[in-house]
């Protein structure tokens, strides 16, 4: 199924081209996190995709992992059911080099170096802009493979609320409530969600809380000031024991390991942009974090058994990162744009249990951008930055970008080049029994370059972009004599390089073809190993068909195939493919009745067909998993 499912849509495309019926002009997105200034994607040398608000609402994803799945060269592994650990990769970058905003805030962990994708709830998200490819120039450490920023909805227009409710198998619940608006010179929005399951285990339960907020005022000269707050609360039972490596295909049940997750972001931005020739921003954000594991004693289980020691290790780790930032943007007609910015950033962590230590770190950084426009056909980028870091002192980051738009063939050239690097975590330094102090940041350069096309009056969108990452410096883990027996060190080095394929066609107005292939050869060169959990090749489709005006259906496919683990002696294991498929549709009961804009029935089946297979080996997916639901509209 795999292997058919590129052709499967292809030939669904040329079947269904000669019903091509009026035309019609997608029109581009406009990208905030690829230069920090709103610009067309068109004029965008990186590789950019955006999941909108609209997307959130016709595919009802219950989750933001859910939502990322169809961006081309990104690898989403959810370790079990809902709620679980969740991580991303981008073009063979580890979760560890894959920079995560929310509003521009970083909310990666400063201990284990990620971001947890199951702590961020799907409320009140505008879109979420996918940077692929490296962007420390902008970002500073661990935006090797590229930024993930998601971006809170601003209130619009007279006040407007929502009421969502869903129930399904696995004894899921859903809900949900909106509110926004905008008077005068003020915009709200304002969103709180509960999202509950109970897995397919014993001790698989998960229960997910979240409050999401955004205030905003309109200023004069073309001023504005925006504050937002994200709050989510998530608490997993953890049923998957460790007793041996690698993790058997059918885990041993633990009955009472349990994490709890609090989560809470802030962020107050500024724009102004008084004369023609000069606007700034200014951020300031927090983000902080409390995670608790509760390991008790297994009756029956002993320490021979355990692969670590102590047997049992609860913990209760605590991080905050603040940081501020500040731009000015200066315009030399509408061919020219400079950028300068400063940055401060401060961490720390503090964890208590089997394992303490105490850590913090202060980072300054200043960068440069400069952004030509010519002829309103040629757009060049290039930057660099210097980032201080008081525990791994300086490194310093350049990228260039090109795009060159050729309108009478809708045609469109793009390439960059960039250096970045990945900063030791808290846990990497400081973690007793396997840290190094003196460890160094990783380090890697990364080009893509790559050709979209648009036919059929912007009807048919195409694109083929080729991508290289080299990584060096790598922090690995030896072994030792001594408990934990394992000790960091930068001995890594390692490539990936592959290909990108896009489409998407308006087969009618009311239908939508879209299909993605992702390429990706990885080595890890100190070993010759493939880098683990990397699929080489990837698929991802999507069939949105709306038949009548009160109907929306869409289908989606993800398939990978095999990927390497290295937890399975000198030659490790593999982790076997799969291919899931989801159908959903939204159907309009009630139009405009009384104080009620519209009710509508939803729906979202995923894996569809049953399949048995884990995103990460040990930790079993679940089968069919079906949200049925009303959403009220007022």
Not at 28 to 35: I, K, N, S, Y
Request: glycine share 8%.
């Amino acid at each position: 199924m795999v292997r058919n499912l590129g052709v499967t849509l292809v030939l669904l495309t040329l079947g269904a081209a000669p019903a091509l019926a009026q035309d019609t002009k997608k029109l581009e997105p406009v990208v905030v996190t690829a230069t920090k200034l709103e610009t067309p994607a068109d004029q965008l040398g990186a590789s950019v995709t955006v999941v909108t608000g609209e997307d959130f609402q016709t595919y009802h994803y219950p989750t933001v992992d859910e939502a990322l799945r169809q961006v081309p060269g990104v690898e989403i592994r959810r370790s079990g059911s809902l709620g679980k650990t969740t991580s991303i990769t981008i073009r063979g970058a580890n979760s560890n080099q894959v920079q995560v905003l929310i509003d521009g805030v970083r909310v990666k962990s400063p201990t284990l170096g990620e971001a947890e994708l199951s702590d961020f709830a799907p409320d009140l998200i505008e879109r979420i802009e996918v940077i692929r490819g490296p962007q420390s120039t902008l970002y500073g450490a661990d935006a090797i493979g590229g930024v993930v920023n998601i971006i809170t909805k601003k209130g619009k227009g007279p006040f407007a609320a929502t009421v969502e409710q869903e129930v399904g198998n696995y004894d899921t619940l859903r809900s949900r409530g909106t509110v926004s608006g905008a008077w005068q010179f003020f915009d709200y929005a304002l969103a709180a969600s509960h999202l509950e399951s109970n897995g397919q285990f014993q001790n698989d339960n998960s229960t997910q809380n979240a409050v999401s907020l955004r205030l905003g005022a309109t200023l004069p000269a073309d001023s504005s000031v925006a504050f937002t707050l994200r709050w989510n609360e998530t608490n997993t039972g953890l049923p998957v024991k460790f007793l041996t490596v690698p993790l058997p295909r059918d885990p041993i049940i633990d009955h009472n390991n349990e994490n709890l997750s609090d989560t809470l972001i802030l962020s107050l931005a500024g724009h102004t942009h008084p004369v023609s020739w000069w606007e700034s921003d200014a951020r300031v954000g927090l983000y902080h974090n409390t995670n608790i594991f509760i390991d008790l004693p297994d009756f029956g289980f002993g320490c021979p058994s355990a692969p670590f020691f102590p047997c049992e290790f609860p913990s209760r780790i605590t991080v905050a990162r603040r940081e501020a930032e500040w731009l000015n943007h200066f315009h030399f007609g509408k061919w020219s744009t400079s950028t300068f910015g400063l940055e401060l950033r401060h961490e720390e962590a503090n964890s208590q249990g089997a394992f303490p230590f105490a850590a913090d770190s202060d980072t300054r950084s200043g960068f440069f951008q400069q952004t030509f426009r010519f002829f309103d056909r040629l757009f060049m980028s290039g930057g660099v930055r210097v980032e201080d870091n008081s525990r791994f002192g300086r490194s310093t980051t350049e990228r260039g970008s090109l795009s060159y738009v050729v309108k009478e063939w809708g045609t469109r050239i793009h390439g960059g080049a960039g250096s970045g690097f990945r900063a030791p975590t808290f846990n990497d330094l400081f973690f007793p029994g396997f840290s190094d102090r003196t460890l160094k940041p990783e380090h890697s350069f990364s080009y893509d370059f790559g050709v979209d096309q648009r036919l059929w009056n912007d009807r048919v969108r195409l694109g083929l972009t080729y991508f290289q990452n080299e990584f060096r410096d790598l922090i690995s883990f030896v072994f030792t004599t001594t408990a934990p027996f394992v000790r960091g060190v930068n001995i890594g080095r390692a490539r990936s390089a592959g290909i990108e394929f896009t489409s998407e066609v308006d087969v009618t107005d009311t239908l939508t073809l879209a299909m993605n292939y992702t390429y990706t050869d990885t080595e890890n060169l100190a070993i010759n190993q493939l880098l683990p959990r990397e699929p080489r090749h990837r698929w991802n489709g999507t069939v949105t068909w709306r038949p009548i005006p009160r109907l929306t259906l869409f289908t989606q496919v993800n398939a990978v195939t095999e990927q390497f683990e290295p937890t399975g002696g000198a030659s490790g294991v593999y982790n076997s493919g799969h291919t899931r498929i989801d159908v959903g549709g939204t159907y309009r009961l009630l139009n405009r009745y009384a104080i009620l804009k519209a009710l509508d029935l939803t729906a979202r089946v995923q894996n569809v067909l049953n399949e048995s297979y884990a995103e990460v080996r040990g930790f079993p997916a679940l089968g069919v998993q079906a949200l049925v639901g009303l959403r009220a509209s007022f």
